[in-house]
């Protein structure tokens, strides 16, 4: 059985975000939602929580920290090819995301761009292409 993901993001306001998830192409899974969380399947082994402050509070003693105003982490999910990147990017600003928030990366081998979700939170999507890619660092670590 393959590993499964669970990201864990706090919410300000859990249906809003519930709708921006499915507009990238997530899809609820009922049996884990409720009024205080939203489990959103990008696929079989990726799995986004949505979950209200208070519930996030739940499991950890610290702060939750104000993703507008602070970095903890950058979530980077794979895309099928350049144009899915771009899709997907098109998908999150019309949801109300901001897209592009840092410097396209395009390498020719490897394509990425960045959004932020409603709560601010930063995901990366990249599509590389893996026969490239390897030519690539080869040549790079032979120079």
Not at 86 to 107: C, F, L, W
Not at 117 to 138: N, P, Q, R, S, T
């Amino acid at each position: 059985m393959s590993k499964l993901i669970f990201v864990n993001l706090p919410v300000s306001d859990l249906s809003r975000s519930m709708a921006f998830y499915a507009a990238l192409g997530a899809v609820n899974n009922e049996q884990f939602t409720d009024h205080t969380a939203a489990c959103m399947v990008f696929s079989e082994t990726i799995h986004v929580m949505l979950l209200t402050h208070d519930k996030f509070r739940q499991f950890t003693p610290k702060t939750i920290a104000n993703a507008r105003e602070t970095t903890e982490v950058l979530i980077c999910i794979s895309a099928e090819s350049r144009d899915a990147v771009d899709d997907t990017m098109s998908r999150a600003e019309g949801a109300g995301g901001t897209v592009d928030i840092g410097p396209k990366q395009d390498y020719g081998f490897m394509y990425g761009r960045s959004f932020e979700d409603l709560d601010g939170h930063i995901w990366e999507v990249m599509w590389m292409d893996m026969d490239a890619a390897k030519e690539a660092m080869g040549e790079m670590a032979s120079a």
